[in-house]
């Protein structure tokens, strides 16, 4: 079975450009997120959709960023115009539906990432 | 406020050495999920494990292991007979109950395992 799958895998862009990164999660999958990790920094939660309506974008950090989940199978994050603090590495995972209200949780499955740099 | 401390940005050490890597978490809430994943040098996120806030027990496997104690709001994670396999960085993270689809991740460990 195929995992999640992330492209591309570098990205070196001027400021200003426009950027798009995809996702493809794992078949089956209705929940897919987007992380953000700043070099040294933590791995931050930008998004989450359920099959294609965001559950929650509290962490998207301004309206430069876009994402979309058209029929809820892959996804894309845009980036437009890029600045040089978009720098980092975009990481994409993905899950079943969980049962809320009990104590199980599903297991998140991560992509390899994408390597986004600015200059 | 929730937050996950990794203080330990990076640690060396030579094959078949034990070694431990330090998690502290901050959470209000009463029933949450604690997390390990490693990201080896091909970069993707490899989940480790999951343990929810109502069991304490320490966990093994192979040469891993886990110790839960929430009187310190530690999640300590040990590797025993270190191999240069192991060399990843390591991200503890952690889930609210109510809100269990939000990773909240550290800054992650850096572990180099010499030969």
């Known amino acids: 079975e195929a995992g999640v799958t992330q492209f591309p895998s570098h990205s070196v862009i001027e400021k200003g450009q426009t950027v798009t990164l995809r996702c493809d999660p794992i078949s089956g999958h209705d929940n897919l997120y987007w992380y953000r990790r700043v070099m040294g920094k933590e791995i931050k939660f930008l998004l989450h959709?359920?099959?294609?309506?965001?559950?929650?974008e509290s962490g998207m950090p301004n309206n430069r960023f876009l994402a979309e989940r058209t029929g809820g199978t892959y996804s894309t994050l845009k980036v437009q115009p890029a600045e040089l603090e978009d720098s980092g590495v975009y990481f994409c995972?993905?899950?079943?539906?969980?049962?809320?209200?009990?104590?199980?949780?599903?297991?998140?499955?991560f992509g390899q990432g994408t390597r986004l740099t600015v200059v | 406020a929730q937050k996950v401390t990794q203080a330990q940005t990076e640690i060396s050490v030579v094959e078949k050495e034990d070694v431990t890597l330090d998690c502290v978490y901050e959470?209000?809430?009463?029933?949450?999920?604690l997390f390990w994943y490693k990201q080896p040098p091909s970069g993707e996120l490899v989940f480790l494990i999951r343990?929810?806030?109502?069991?304490?027990q320490n966990e093994i496997s192979g040469r891993y292991s886990w110790n839960f104690q929430k009187s310190t709001s530690s999640f300590n994670f040990t590797i025993t007979a270190s191999q240069v396999v192991d060399s990843a960085v390591y991200f503890c993270a952690l889930s609210e109950y109510y809100n269990t689809d939000k990773l909240i991740f550290g800054t992650g460990t850096r572990l180099q395992v010499f030969p």
């Open positions: 343990r929810n806030s109502f069991d304490e």
């Open positions: 995972a993905s899950s079943q539906d969980n049962n809320r209200g009990s104590l199980l949780n599903t297991e998140a499955f």
């Open positions: 959470t209000r809430d009463t029933t949450y999920y």
């Open positions: 959709f359920v099959k294609e309506s965001k559950q929650d």
